[in-house]
């Protein structure tokens, strides 16, 4: 019970470090927060192989859908970069790692991580850009917010299945 709620917080506390050091055009602070979430992580999980593997996935998936919203002018991202900025890179990495810990929940339920990922995805990129404005969405906004449900409804299910798939590989 204390790693779940090591992982949960553990996540938080990278999340707010990545979106307010955004905020202010700084990268480093998420990156670091997510260095050492990962490395904490792995260096207490049974899962290590499975997990790394997830991080590479998910952060090809952030490369994907935000570069996508860079790319097409729907999203500024503070503290930019090409394709897409390593602080959102470094977020993906460390929101996989909660999904053989405090997310595994949503391994089984392909449906439920499709719902969730549709609804939380845009709902944490609005929260960061009302709160601490790591990024911006360019008008009409409905077009950012649309390409972020159904990213994240498609990215959360295939990382979950990756989750349970390679979880039963693990030695």
Same mark, same amino acid.
């Given at each position: 019970?204390?790693?779940?709620?090591?992982?949960?917080?553990?996540? =938080?506390?990278?999340?707010?470090?990545?979106?307010?050091?955004?905020?202010?055009?700084?990268?480093?602070?998420?990156?670091?927060?997510?260095?050492?979430?990962?490395?904490?992580?792995?260096?207490?999980?049974?899962?290590?192989?499975?997990?790394?593997?997830?991080?590479?996935?998910?952060?090809?998936?952030?490369?994907?859908?935000?570069?996508?919203?860079?790319?097409?002018?729907?999203?500024?991202?503070?503290?930019?970069?090409?394709?897409?900025?390593?602080?959102?890179?470094?977020?993906?990495?460390?929101?996989?790692?909660?999904?053989?810990?405090?997310?595994?929940?949503?391994?089984?339920?392909?449906?439920?991580?499709?719902?969730?990922?549709?609804?939380?995805?845009?709902?944490?990129?609005?929260?960061?850009?009302?709160?601490?404005?790591?990024? =911006?969405?360019?008008?009409?906004?409905?077009?950012?917010?649309?390409?972020?449900?159904?990213?994240?409804?498609?990215?959360?299910?295939?990382?979950?299945?990756?989750?349970?798939?390679?979880?039963?590989?693990?030695?």
């Amino acid at each position: 019970m204390m790693r779940f709620w090591a992982n949960l917080i553990g996540y =938080q506390i990278v999340w707010f470090s990545a979106v307010i050091g955004a905020g202010q055009g700084l990268a480093w602070p998420g990156v670091v927060a997510a260095t050492l979430f990962i490395a904490a992580q792995l260096a207490a999980s049974a899962t290590a192989r499975a997990d790394l593997r997830l991080a590479g996935g998910a952060v090809l998936c952030g490369v994907a859908l935000d570069g996508s919203l860079s790319a097409l002018g729907w999203a500024r991202y503070a503290a930019d970069a090409w394709p897409a900025p390593l602080w959102i890179l470094a977020l993906w990495a460390a929101f996989a790692l909660t999904l053989n810990h405090s997310l595994a929940y949503l391994r089984p339920r392909p449906w439920l991580a499709c719902v969730f990922g549709a609804v939380g995805g845009p709902l944490a990129y609005w929260g960061a850009a009302r709160g601490w404005q790591p990024v =911006q969405f360019e008008a009409p906004a409905w077009r950012a917010t649309a390409a972020l449900a159904a990213g994240w409804a498609l990215a959360l299910p295939a990382l979950t299945a990756g989750a349970r798939r390679w979880t039963r590989e693990a030695p």
